[in-house]
């Protein structure tokens, strides 16, 4: 299964790399494949790489769906069954 996760960008390392906050960490990224993207967009990041620009709105409410994913599962990370 492939999973991208949307990230905002914080600023641009270079002209390939940027800082990015996904839920609250830092990572860098690649921005290679969205070269219009700038500083405060959202992008879905996939194996490091920044794929594509979304729009803010898609961001936060995907974002607020992987922010359940604790609340779905038990200790040893499976689904809850009455979830």
Avoid: W
């Avoid at 641009?12 to 940027?18: H, L, T, V």
């Amino acid at each position: 299964m492939c999973l991208a996760i949307p990230a905002k960008i914080l600023a641009f390392e270079d002209d390939k790399m940027a800082s990015v906050d996904i839920l609250g960490v830092t990572r860098k990224v690649s921005v290679d494949l969205v070269p219009d993207a700038v500083v405060g967009d959202y992008v879905l990041v996939h194996a490091g790489f920044a794929i594509q620009v979304v729009d803010e709105q898609y961001a936060e409410e995907t974002l607020d769906l992987f922010r359940e994913i604790p609340e779905l599962c038990d200790e040893n990370g499976m689904l809850r069954e009455e979830a």
